[in-house]
């Protein structure tokens, strides 16, 4: 065979030789990526709102919140987290078992579907294939009026990701009351992480519609700690679920000394379902009150 011919043949079978090794490469960093990316879709968080997007101040907004975990992989999931974003922002974080472990009072959690856990080879311990679901409660009694984003993380393996949607609440204003008149004694009073729980009284009065007119005092005392704590009505609304709301703000005494105080604002929430009231304040906070005479 001629020196060309030769050369040649060498050649093709040079460049066939190329295509199979580039295609094997080629196979292997597919399979590689496949192996990394892991089943599309295997894990799916999401946060649904159930009863609509405006709400007057004191409803109850209901969640649906999930996470699904598909195609047998292991999720090792620590933690939710539930985040508002508006004229006040925080966030509410739980465990898988539904258990809140963030202070917030305002929400309720009741798990509604558990995925089966365990150990599955390459994957460690975590939450099987299944499903974790819960039903979450807001009221919005204590809420800033305005509009807010809600979304929703999980922690997975020290990580944290958001899901995909972010639902929107608003929430209005209630109907403003005309006048109203309230005596409360007993429960707890909390004053600066120290709790008082004897001769506790509570008085507020709102002569008309304008609440800048109102005024009140609450004074606590347990043995020689005394507290007192004199303010006046910036605010008073009636809201959902039977509840009535005061915005408040004066001086807050602890002793005897009447001069000394400091400026307090805090929110009166009365229940007229039970006739209990609480206090929610910066400093001072009260709760169990019981209501004695309303007139409002």
Same mark, same amino acid.
């Given at each position: 065979?001629?020196?060309?011919?030769?050369?040649?043949?060498?050649?093709?079978?040079?460049?066939?030789?190329?295509? %199979?090794?580039?295609?094997?490469?080629?196979?292997?960093?597919?399979?590689?990526?496949?192996?990394?990316?892991?089943?599309?879709?295997? #894990?799916?968080?999401?946060?649904?709102?159930?009863?609509?997007?405006?709400?007057?101040?004191?409803?109850?907004?209901?969640?649906?919140?999930?996470?699904?975990?598909?195609?047998?992989?292991?999720?090792? %999931?620590?933690?939710?987290?539930?985040? #508002?974003?508006?004229?006040?922002?925080?966030?509410?974080? #739980?465990?898988?078992?539904?258990?809140?472990?963030? #202070?917030?009072?305002?929400? !309720?959690?009741?798990?509604?579907?558990?995925?089966?856990?365990?150990?599955? !080879?390459?994957?460690?311990?975590?939450?099987?294939?299944?499903?974790?679901?819960?039903?979450?409660?807001?009221?919005?009694?204590?809420?800033?009026?305005?509009?807010?984003? !809600?979304?929703?993380?999980?922690?997975?393996?020290?990580?944290?990701?958001?899901?995909?949607?972010?639902?929107?609440?608003?929430?209005?204003?209630?109907?403003?009351?005309?006048?109203?008149?309230?005596?409360?004694?007993?429960?707890?009073?909390?004053?600066?992480?120290?709790?008082?729980?004897?001769?506790?009284?509570? !008085?507020?009065?709102?002569?008309?519609?304008?609440?800048?007119?109102?005024?009140?005092?609450?004074?606590?005392?347990?043995?020689?700690?005394?507290?007192?704590?004199?303010?006046?009505?910036?605010?008073?609304?009636?809201?959902?679920?039977?509840?009535?709301?005061? &915005? %408040?703000?004066?001086?807050?005494?602890?002793?005897?000394?009447?001069?000394?105080?400091?400026?307090?604002?805090?929110?009166?929430?009365?229940?007229? &379902?039970?006739?209990?009231?609480? %206090?929610?304040?910066?400093?001072?906070?009260?709760?169990?009150?019981?209501?004695?005479?309303?007139?409002?």
């Amino acid at each position: 065979m001629p020196l060309k011919k030769r050369i040649k043949e060498f050649d093709k079978v040079k460049m066939r030789r190329k295509n %199979i090794i580039f295609s094997s490469v080629l196979t292997v960093i597919a399979v590689s990526l496949l192996i990394m990316l892991g089943p599309a879709n295997a #894990f799916v968080l999401s946060l649904n709102l159930m009863n609509g997007g405006v709400f007057v101040q004191g409803e109850k907004v209901e969640y649906k919140v999930s996470a699904q975990i598909e195609n047998g992989e292991v999720k090792d %999931i620590q933690s939710f987290r539930l985040f #508002f974003d508006g004229p006040e922002s925080f966030s509410c974080e #739980f465990l898988p078992n539904g258990t809140l472990v963030s #202070f917030c009072p305002f929400l !309720s959690i009741k798990q509604t579907e558990n995925a089966p856990s365990g150990f599955e !080879s390459g994957y460690g311990y975590g939450f099987l294939e299944g499903k974790l679901e819960y039903d979450i409660i807001l009221d919005t009694t204590s809420f800033d009026l305005g509009r807010y984003e !809600s979304k929703l993380f999980v922690t997975i393996d020290e990580n944290e990701m958001q899901s995909d949607v972010t639902r929107i609440i608003n929430i209005a204003e209630g109907d403003l009351l005309n006048s109203c008149s309230i005596r409360a004694k007993d429960g707890i009073v909390d004053f600066n992480g120290v709790s008082i729980s004897s001769k506790n009284r509570l !008085s507020l009065f709102v002569p008309t519609s304008d609440a800048s007119k109102g005024h009140g005092s609450l004074t606590a005392q347990n043995r020689r700690d005394r507290i007192s704590y004199t303010f006046k009505v910036d605010k008073a609304r009636r809201v959902e679920g039977g509840k009535m709301v005061f &915005n %408040i703000s004066g001086i807050l005494r602890r002793g005897v000394n009447k001069t000394a105080g400091t400026e307090e604002k805090a929110e009166i929430i009365f229940d007229s &379902n039970n006739f209990e009231l609480k %206090i929610d304040g910066m400093v001072l906070d009260a709760k169990d009150m019981d209501v004695y005479f309303v007139k409002c």
